[in-house]
Every structure is written in structure tokens, then in C-alpha cells.
């Protein structure tokens, strides 16, 4: 087996890099839709209070070759299709101002201080725990439970179209979520609770059960312990009722084997999992998290599990780097996965266990390309020196082919000029 990659297409050009280098202009999401490839485009700054922000939308009829810019979609049209025929979604949800609920000063907390008590609507309570970000931001953990009622729902939002549907119907599902922790980030921002949704992306198990993956918040209640921890955890979770609740499977927590994992990152957060023609599900992790320790990379790690998803193995270093790794599973049964920062880079897997992958292949380089801005740069810094968000996204386009969609900031356009571009490429799997 080998890969074949395909020349760059252009979706879309943005602003230049020395406009906004960062948060606009990045993170496609792609869909297959009735013959058709779309990609909605985030083009809003990227933090807490804008993630469900209206985005761009594009479309390709000739498999990726040239794009034009349409009226927005619902994306739930173009969801994950459940064996019913439902197709589902779960939209981007942006954070909650909480400025005018009073917090208590620390001088509260005395020995008679109930940690389990439910705050009254308009309080919060003590938070569980406190962790920083290096731009002053400070990130205050609450367990769900502790929070006034109108706050401490376990519940997702998400758009369903029902079979034979042409309009879909918002729905509040129930999640089921040991410890579920909100945090609420003060000081560079006004008391904003952060949402809860899933990050991940919905896949379809061999059962015709629904998972999706998702994270912590920054900072959680660890399940095992009760106690505290100030880094990320990954989340999977299982519906067996046509995705009308979710159920939490596994928690995957970054401190559970001592000391072994390299704590100057920010633990598990953004997961991608995939299940394999042996019946094991493999499960990949991000570590790296610049606002906990100012580097942008760190390595991604692997684990297993042989008895659908309750117990894993120990997770173990895949690569040197790994923002956002995703993966899809093509028809003749090769599963590609795509990772990042600094470069981008993509693997596959023919065994159908998960073990043995293809060398990677480097679609975009993992050294400096500042040299490519618009300006000289003489000391950039690291979003500089990548110049790029590196948060590719892949999607099965056949049985044999993939495409990749990512971002660089010094594509050129007519005239030369580096702009922020969302691109593709094709990924072929060949075989002898």
C-alpha cells in the first residue's frame, strides 16, 4: 500500500496574515452532500464567546477541483446518518456572559463551607479549582452539580433531520457525564461560562451504536480520585436510543499513570477514534496546549481497546507533535489519519488493527516559513514561524480516495499577495 497525494486546490482567500494572525480564516469543516464536497470556513476570531459564530460556506461539484462561495447551510442535512435514518449535529456553541451572577470571595471558605451544596440562581459557589493561561487568563472549575440549577443541565444542544425530513428540529439531548466540570474564564474575560459540546466528530460502530468524542473543560473534577487536576481529559461517549442521549464510555484522564506524560503540556484534549476490522476502537490524543506553557507542540499519543471501549491501554507516544488528529476510514478498509504543528502530516493503516502505520507523509513543512510573509520577519515568533492554524480536518471521498482540508496563511493570490487560505488535496490509497 501506498499514498498518493494530489496538487493543492484553493476553497477560499482570506485576509493577509499581518491583518489578524490568527483566529479568522482557519479550521474548515468539511461535509459530502448529494454529489457535492462543502466546507464551511470559521472567520471570527477564535476564543470562547465565538465559537458558534455564522461562518462561510463553499461548495465543489467536480470532487474538490474548484470552489465557489454559497448561502449558508444547516449542516445537520449533511450530518452523521444514523442507521434509522436520522442524520444528526451538534452546532458550535458560543460562551454564556455570567458578569452579573455574584462569585464569593475566597474569605467564604470556612470549615463549615459545604463543597456539595447547589448555588442559588444568580451565585456561584467556591469554585473546585483554579488554573491559569500565560495571557492572565484565570479558569475557575466547577463540578456541574454545585452550579444553580439553570446551569447545571447535562445536556447537549443538537440539530436532527429526521428520515424523509427536509427542515431539522433542535433538540436538548441528556448526557450522561461522571464529574462533568464547567469552567468559567475571568480576568482577560467577563466571567464567561464556557459551553459545553462536543468537539469531535460522530462515527457509527459496528453495532449501529452512535459515538462522538469531546474534552474537559480547563481544569476537572478527576472521576477516580474526586479531586482537582488543571489539566484536560478526553471523553468518549456512546447512544444506543438513535443519538436521543449519550451515555460517557471512557475517560481518558492525562495524569492517570504517575509522572510518565510530559507535564509541561496542557493533558488530553482534542481525540479522534476510529474502529477497526478486528473489532478494537484506537483512540489518538492531542497534549500540546501553548496558553498552559507557551510551546506550541507536544507529542500525540495512542491507546486501544480490545472490549469496545471499557478499558484501554496505556497510552503511548505516536508521534513528536499531534494537534487535532483525525482520521476516516475509506470503503477498502484503510484508515488515514492526519495530524499537526509545527507541519502537517499524514499516515495510514492497512491491518486493520491500528498497529502498523505507513511512514508519514509531509504535506506542509514542520520548519520555518516565515521567510514566506509578506513582511521580512527577522525574529518571528512560532505562529510566524508555522504560518499556519495546522488543524487539518479529512473526510472519505470514495473508497479509495480522502481529502484533506487545512489552512496556510502565505498562500499567494493573483498578485502575489499571502493570504490566509483554506485549502484540500486529495489522498489516494493505492494497492498492489
Not at 320 to 328: A, E, L, S
Amino acid at each position: 500500500m501506498k499514498l498518493k497525494i494530489g496538487e493543492e486546490r484553493v476553497i477560499t482567500r482570506g485576509c493577509r496574515p499581518e491583518e489578524d494572525p490568527w483566529g479568522s480564516w482557519q479550521f474548515p469543516h468539511p461535509y459530502k452532500a448529494e454529489g457535492r464536497l462543502i466546507v464551511s470556513v470559521h472567520v471570527s476570531k477564535d476564543d470562547i464567546t465565538s465559537f458558534g459564530n455564522p461562518q462561510r460556506w463553499y461548495e465543489s461539484c467536480d470532487r474538490g477541483n474548484t470552489w465557489k462561495e454559497i448561502e449558508p447551510e444547516n449542516p445537520a442535512r449533511f450530518g452523521a446518518l444514523l442507521p434509522s435514518g436520522d442524520r444528526i449535529y451538534f452546532p458550535p456553541q458560543s460562551g454564556v456572559s455570567l458578569k452579573d451572577y455574584k462569585m464569593p470571595d475566597w474569605g467564604m471558605q470556612t470549615p463549615a463551607y459545604d463543597f456539595k451544596k447547589q448555588a442559588n440562581e444568580g451565585t456561584l459557589p467556591l469554585p473546585d479549582g483554579m488554573t491559569y493561561w500565560l495571557d492572565g487568563t484565570v479558569i475557575k472549575a466547577y463540578k456541574a452539580e454545585r452550579l444553580p440549577k439553570s446551569l447545571a443541565k447535562k445536556e447537549w444542544q443538537m440539530e436532527r433531520l429526521p428520515k424523509g425530513n427536509t427542515e431539522s428540529v433542535s433538540e436538548n439531548i441528556p448526557v450522561e457525564w461522571d464529574c462533568l466540570t464547567r469552567v468559567v474564564y475571568t480576568n482577560t474575560f467577563d466571567n464567561v461560562l464556557k459551553p459545553v459540546f462536543p468537539k469531535g466528530e460522530i462515527k457509527i460502530a459496528p453495532d449501529g451504536s452512535a459515538w462522538i468524542s469531546s474534552f474537559s473543560g480547563e481544569g476537572h473534577i478527576n472521576p477516580e480520585t474526586g479531586l482537582y487536576t488543571p489539566y484536560y481529559s478526553a471523553e468518549l461517549f456512546r447512544s444506543d436510543d438513535n443519538a436521543h442521549s449519550f451515555k460517557q464510555i471512557a475517560h481518558m484522564e492525562y495524569e492517570a499513570d504517575g509522572h510518565e506524560y510530559p507535564y509541561q503540556s496542557g493533558g488530553f484534549s482534542d481525540s479522534d477514534f476510529e474502529f477497526m476490522e478486528d473489532g478494537s476502537i484506537i483512540w489518538f490524543f492531542r497534549t500540546a496546549w501553548a496558553m498552559y506553557t507557551g510551546r506550541e507542540w507536544d507529542p500525540m499519543y495512542m491507546s486501544r481497546s480490545e472490549d469496545m471501549g471499557k478499558t484501554w491501554s496505556k497510552p503511548i507516544k505516536f508521534a513528536h507533535t499531534g494537534i487535532f488528529p483525525r482520521m476516516c476510514k475509506l470503503g477498502c478498509g484503510t484508515v488515514i489519519l492526519c495530524y499537526a504543528r509545527p507541519g502537517m502530516f499524514v499516515t495510514a493503516c492497512d491491518d486493520g488493527k491500528g498497529i502498523e502505520w505507513t511512514k508519514p507523509i509531509m504535506i506542509m513543512t514542520d520548519g520555518d516559513r516565515s521567510r514566506l510573509h509578506n513582511l521580512k520577519i527577522t525574529d518571528p515568533n512560532f505562529h510566524q514561524w508555522d504560518g499556519s492554524c495546522n488543524n487539518p480536518t479529512i473526510i472519505a471521498v470514495d473508497d479509495n480516495t480522502a481529502m484533506i482540508f487545512y489552512s496556510d496563511f502565505y498562500y499567494p493570490d493573483d498578485e502575489g499577495v499571502k493570504r490566509k487560505t483554506i485549502l484540500c488535496r486529495t489522498i489516494m490509497v493505492e494497492k498492489d
